[in-house]
């Protein structure tokens, strides 16, 4: 014997340098598999931004997305609290469900209100429960992503309604005093001093702060006798397979590790997610060609991607740095998307995607889990 000592590679967990976990596929068990515990990294505790009671506050407005924000409205509510002085708090206002703490984004004050959902049309309501906030807290500057979602339409009506000479849109930069906008076709920044109102372009601001917020979570308004003059007819079901894969908020997505499509394709649709490719598998014929992603293909900017059996070639990569969450199942640790990966489940695609198929319909029968809208 050489008396090097070997290490378990199916051992419960691994935990990498950048304090990444690593789901290792552990034993089988008659309710499905089972997973070893999880190692945590002990990260730095931020310190709170300000320690004293605000004398003035900025407050940052934007819709939350299935209980979440998206990185636009993240960046909205770090601007808020990046050229806020010490005694300036900042209260975000999250239109729709939120099931995630903000405080590391800077916010001292987070009002909630989920019956302002996105999925639905109702911009009186909106307004009115915005305007009650702006008069309770008389912010001194509004921050709101400026996007297609609701939140530019909403900002600038908030705009036309307060007459506010003083306003900005797609801003790209700022400071304390200034902000800056593209000019002339973009060839050019135009800058001007800090408006009250501002809707951010999206990538004006880091999100990675230093310093943390108090978040403290505040009761709405009560706001009655609003009458909405639009009729809100809903949205339109539409299925997964025929939204584009630069549409799709979640995408499952296919690699030479992957045997059998018809699994993933039935993964897919329990999930309610759209099927994107790696260039191999679409090379292979498993795959029509306007589902490969990467360099060569479409670039996505999903929620949650998902890459099954895709070891994570430079060029596939590229098609995915804007995605949110990446989750992986690979067979080898080593792989490069285990590395871009925000979670990596070690073992083989097609016991693990059966496993997954099975569970999420066993938490749908139970009532543990809402069933996928089609």
């Known amino acids: 014997m050489s008396g090097v000592k070997r290490i378990d590679p199916r051992r419960p967990y691994r935990l990498s340098p950048s304090g990444l976990r690593r789901i290792v596929l552990g034993e089988s068990s008659g309710a499905g598999l089972r997973f ?20 003035f506050w900025h407050m940052a407005i934007a819709h939350s997305n299935r209980g979440r ?16 002085t010490l005694d300036t708090g900042v209260v975000a206002v999250i239109l729709g469900e939120l099931h995630e703490d903000i405080a590391a984004l800077g916010a001292d004050r987070i009002v909630v209100i989920p019956e302002l959902d996105v999925a639905r ?3 009186m309501r909106e307004e009115a429960v915005v305007q009650a906030l702006l008069d309770e807290y008389r912010p001194t500057h509004v921050f709101m992503p400026d996007n297609m979602l609701g939140d530019g339409d909403l900002g600038r009506r908030l705009i036309a309604k307060h007459d506010d000479s003083k306003a900005a849109t797609q801003v790209v930069e700022l400071d304390r005093q200034h902000v800056s906008v593209r000019w002339n076709g973009g060839a050019v920044f135009a ?8 809707l951010l372009a999206p990538g004006a ?37 025929n939204i584009a894969l630069e549409e799709a908020d979640f995408i499952v997505s296919a690699g030479n590790g992957v045997r059998n499509v018809e699994t993933i394709d039935t993964l897919a649709r329990t999930l309610g997610a759209a099927v994107g490719a790696s260039r191999v ?8 060609r306007d589902k490969q992603i990467g360099a060569s293909g479409k670039t996505v900017s999903a929620t949650t991607y998902f890459a099954i059996g895709i070891s994570g070639a430079v060029q596939h990569l590229q098609g995915i740095k804007s995605c949110r969450h990446v989750i992986a199942i690979n067979r080898d640790a080593g792989a490069p998307i285990v590395k871009r990966a925000d979670l990596t489940i070690i073992g083989d695609a097609e016991e693990l995607m059966q496993a997954l198929i099975t569970r999420v319909e066993q938490a749908r029968n139970q009532g543990e889990a809402a069933e996928v809208e089609r």
């Open 191 to 198: 800058k001007s001093i800090l408006p009250r109102f501002l």
């Open 121 to 123: 049309f109702q911009p």
């Open 36 to 55: 070893g515990a999880i190692a945590h990294s002990h990260e730095k505790v931020k310190p709170r931004r300000a320690h004293e009671l605000a004398k």
């Open 281 to 288: 598998a679409v090379d292979e014929g498993k795959f029509p």
């Open 205 to 241: 601001v880091d999100t990675d702060l230093p310093f943390v917020g108090r978040g403290e979570t505040m009761s709405p308004p009560q706001i009655s006798n609003v009458t909405e003059i639009y009729n809100d007819l809903g949205l339109e079901p539409t299925e997964m397979s």
């Open 69 to 84: 924000l998206d990185d636009h409205a993240r960046e909205a509510v770090a601007a808020a609290a990046i050229i806020a």
